[in-house]
């Protein structure tokens, strides 16, 4: 069960780090993140967690 929780966290934190970036950037309109530059670092930093998350949890499922 460990494994699944931490996949699903893990994509979940890139699917939103991935959003805040695009928005931080300006790509996405229609939000009070839109063109702010705090959104656009912290989306990769978010990101990169789901990317390390999603890997512990791949290699906790191949055991």
């Known amino acids: ?6 996949l ?4 979940l934190a890139l699917v939103v780090g991935a959003v805040w970036t695009v928005q931080g ?3 996405v309109s229609g939000s009070v993140m ?7 670092v912290l ?3 978010v ?3 789901g990317l390390v998350t999603l890997w512990l949890g ?3 499922r191949r055991r």
């Open 8 to 11: 699903t966290l893990g994509l």
């Open 25 to 27: 950037l300006g790509y």
């Open 43 to 45: 989306g990769p930093i």
């Open 47 to 49: 990101a990169l967690v």
């Open 34 to 40: 839109t063109d702010e530059p705090l959104w656009a």
């Open 58 to 60: 791949l290699r906790s």
């Open 1 to 6: 069960m460990r494994g699944w929780l931490m």
